[in-house]
């Protein structure tokens, strides 16, 4: 049984493309892990003040309070209740259970996961032009820049395996 498992994981690896897929279902692994660890931080603001938290949070980076952003993060902050800290810690959850299937699946150079993977990053693209189109950040053009060339290299895979079948 091991044997063969080692052979089907070096056909894999022989086959092109398999680096860069490896890459990205670690970068999709990550942004699920990265979410599930703020889902569990959220669990922690359970009966406890979180406007006093967020005030001191505010005052921690130096902000002021008053400013636009730290007023509306404030204001936002104002309405959430536990009921709401567990429904965004689960839904962290579920995010996070997505990307690791998706991981898996583009680990395993898995077609689904590649049309998965294309269409999950694919929605935020407009949406992230909007954004720097807005507000020119240097923050904004990376993420809008790393989107798109993930979506566009696992399109380049899916036609290269579309043509590679084809003939």
Known sequence: MKKSHTKVQKQISKQPHTRGLHVVALFEGAKGILVLLVGFELLSYIHTDVNEAAMHLVKQFHLNPASHYPRVFLDLVEHIDDTKLWSMAFA???YFVVR???AGGLWLR???AEWFA???GGIYVPVEIYEVASK???PRITVLVANIGIVSY???VL???REKKAT
């Open 92 to 94: 962290a959850t579920m």
């Open 100 to 102: 690791m299937i998706e």
């Open 110 to 112: 898995k077609t689904w």
């Open 118 to 120: 294309v269409l999950s």
């Open 136 to 138: 020119v950040t240097w």
């Open 154 to 156: 696992l399109l380049f």
């Open 159 to 161: 036609i290269k395996e």
